[in-house]
Structure formats: C-alpha cells, structure tokens
C-alpha cells in the first residue's frame, strides 16, 4: 500500500481535460514539493511537473500541476492519444530519517 | 547530454546478493546538489525509491531495505552501485538509477533493468 493515494485509473476522451488526484499527510505531501512522471509503455518514467507546478523544459502547457494542503493534482488539458500511459506523484516525507514516497499510480486511459 | 545506464546480472538466485552498477556519461557523478538513486518497479506494480547517494558517499536508505542494502559510489569511474543482499522473489523488479535533483524530483533516468530472483 503506498504512502501517497492515487485513483488506480481515469479516463478521457481527445480534447477533454482529465485530473488526476495525490492525496498525502502532513510528514510529506503537507511539507514539502510534489513531483508527477509520466511513464509511458516500456519505457522509464519521465519528470513531468516539479515542484509542485513547474514544468521541464519540452513538456507542453497541457499538462499542469497544483499543490493544496496535503493534496495534490495533475491536470491535462487537451487530452491527446500519446497521453495514455501511467502517472504517479512523489513526495519527500520527513518521518523517520526522510525517505521518497510514491503514489500508486493512475493508468490513464484515452478512450 | 547526461545519460545512465544499468548493468549486472538478470538472474539472482535466492538468499543471494543482487549487485547492480549505474553509468553516468555525459556529465559528472560529482556535480552538485546532486544525489543518485536507485529506484525499483516491480512487475505490474508501481515505483518503489530504494536509496540515494551524493559523490561524498552520504547515504539514505528505505527504512525497510537498510539492513540488506548498501549504495556506493566510485566518482572515479563515475559510476554508483548497489548491492542487496538475502535476495527473495519479492525483489524482482525492474530496477532504475536515476539523478536526484531534490527531494523527489528524478530529472535523468536510466532505461532500468530488469532482475529475476529464481532458483
């Protein structure tokens, strides 16, 4: 079970706008930045937001990050075939001796 | 351009030791504020942060893993490794190295490999 909680799937059609959800506590999500990747298919995951809602250079616009509480969202806008794929948030946790913590991962599905 | 690559065995017997190597080329492994990770998906699963390293050699280690686990790095062949030791089936898992930017955010990934614990 992860530390971070993460719907298992969502889907969308082209062009709509989808959310995905990461909710957190106070030790990670509540204290420190959330990060997002995008893992398509058989490949390695990919940084897709940082620090809450920057983007890396080359990800487009469509793809947003928002931070609130000990929640966190991952929008996309404009939802595009080469979208379908997992995402997963992540987060610093300060209990213990701090340590990564990841969301379970969404499987996104562009229907 | 900085790239990593994993290498070591596929195949790991149980209660063995699963050793792993990181390559990074194209960029130092002594550059700051970096650290580097290594990062686990086991099949169908999702990712599983196993422990990170700054070219120092300070360490973090999953709380779970740190009686079985040591990360170390070499700047001199600017690589870093990782050994997991009394290896069970549950270890199976495609395993990532990957540069630590902060906290959580991993901005360079190697392809990851993949590691079968099988008698």
């Known amino acids: 079970q992860s530390v971070l909680t ?7 059609t082209p062009g709509q706008r989808v959310t995905i959800s990461c909710s957190g506590s106070s030790s990670n999500i509540g204290s420190n930045t959330v990060n997002w990747y995008q893992q398509l298919p058989g490949t ?8 809450n809602n920057q983007r890396p250079s080359g990800v487009p616009d469509r793809f947003s990050g928002s931070k609130s509480g000990t ?5 996309i806008s404009g939802l595009q075939s080469e979208d379908e794929a997992d995402y997963y948030c992540a987060a610093w946790d300060d209990s213990l001796n701090g340590f990564v913590v990841f969301g379970g991962g969404t499987k ?3 229907l | 351009q900085l790239q990593l690559r994993e290498s070591g065995p596929g195949l790991v017997k149980p209660s063995e030791t ?5 390559t990074v080329t194209g960029g130092s492994i002594s550059s700051s504020p970096y650290y580097w990770v290594w990062i686990r998906q086991s099949p169908g699963k999702g990712l599983e942060w ?11 280690y999953k709380s779970s893993l740190k009686s079985r686990l040591t990360i170390s790095v070499d700047t ?4 870093f490794s990782l050994k997991l030791n009394s290896v069970t089936a549950a270890d199976t898992a495609v395993y990532y190295c990957a540069r630590q930017y902060t906290g959580s955010s991993f901005d360079q990934w190697g392809q990851g490999t993949l590691v079968t614990v099988s008698s």
Request: charged letters at 10%; a positive charge; hydrophobic letters at 30%.
């Open chain 1, 71 to 75: 929640s966190a969202s991952l929008a």
């Open chain 1, 108 to 110: 996104l599905t562009v």
């Open chain 1, 44 to 51: 390695a995951p990919k940084l897709l937001i940082h620090s």
């Open chain 2, 18 to 22: 699963l050793s792993l190597t990181c």
């Open chain 1, 6 to 12: 993460q719907p298992p799937s969502e889907s969308g």
């Open chain 2, 50 to 60: 196993i422990g990170s390293i700054r070219y120092s050699g300070n360490t973090y």
């Open chain 2, 76 to 79: 001199s062949r600017n690589q």
